[in-house]
């Protein structure tokens, strides 16, 4: 079974920078396409980045030219974050797709305390 687990979370000052990873366990296949959501209490999940499998990427705009996602041949991504705002506080979810099904991981909180 895949499943992505997610890390990197934590507690941050404005301002500060957090780096989120994102592995993939029980595939042989290269994941190429993944994707970073967040969602703060109260509010529908959203997203804020995505790789595609041919490097193309795309963010929200309020996280545009300070985070940046990446991914590895080793079937994980990752999310530097920096510039953080206390707005960007919330649980992290990648998410990447097998075929034509959707994985997502479990989530990692991210806290900014302003």
């Known amino acids: 079974q895949v499943q992505l687990v997610e890390s990197g979370g934590g507690l941050v000052q404005a301002g500060g920078s957090l780096r989120l990873s994102c592995a993939a366990s029980?595939?042989?296949?290269?994941?190429?396409?993944w994707a970073w959501y967040r969602q703060a209490p109260g509010k529908p999940r959203e997203l804020v980045a995505r790789i595609y499998s041919g490097g193309q990427t795309d963010y929200l705009d309020s996280v545009k030219g300070r985070f940046s996602i990446s991914r590895a041949h080793s079937n994980a991504a990752y999310l530097q974050m920096n510039s953080l705002k206390s707005e960007d506080t919330g649980v992290y979810y990648c998410k990447s797709a097998l075929g034509s099904r959707d994985i997502w991981g479990q989530g990692t909180q991210v806290t900014v305390s302003s």
């Open positions: 029980g595939t042989v296949i290269s994941l190429t396409n």
